[in-house]
């Protein structure tokens, strides 16, 4: 059986699919790849140093890393905010959420 070859798109589209996938299970499953390959094209994309570029991506190269880091931190704080555990944003959360929001849009 021969091989299948995946375009340098398609594996950065998978790639960013990832942080917003409620599974990578799922997502591997709707792409019909494996979920290993998703984490080894992720790996490789961030060992190179080069963010896959989105088509309507205000920033090309901010560290992927970074992004998804200041994703993290959005999350844990809603969650912080909607558990009570947080009352109010200091000023360290409002620089994290101004800069996802400068560096992506969001």
Request: charged share 25%; net charge positive; proline share 7%.
């Given at each position: 059986m021969k091989k299948k070859t995946y375009t340098a798109q398609f594996r950065a589209d998978a790639?960013?699919?990832?942080?917003?996938?409620?599974?990578?299970?799922e997502l591997a499953r709707e792409l019909k790849v494996r979920?290993?390959?998703?984490?080894?094209?992720?790996?490789?994309?961030?060992?190179?140093?080069?963010?896959?570029?989105?088509?309507?991506?205000?920033?090309?190269d901010v560290s992927h890393d970074a992004i998804i880091y200041l994703r993290h931190a959005k999350d844990a704080m809603n969650?912080?905010?909607?558990?009570g555990k947080l009352k109010q944003l200091d000023k360290a959360h409002l620089l994290a959420l101004l800069a996802?929001?400068?560096l992506t849009g969001e």
């Open positions: 790639v960013h699919r990832m942080e917003t996938a409620p599974s990578i299970s979920p290993n390959m998703l984490y080894a094209w992720r790996k490789r994309l961030l060992a190179s140093g080069t963010v896959p570029k989105r088509k309507n991506a205000k920033v090309q969650k912080a905010l909607r558990e996802l929001q400068t």
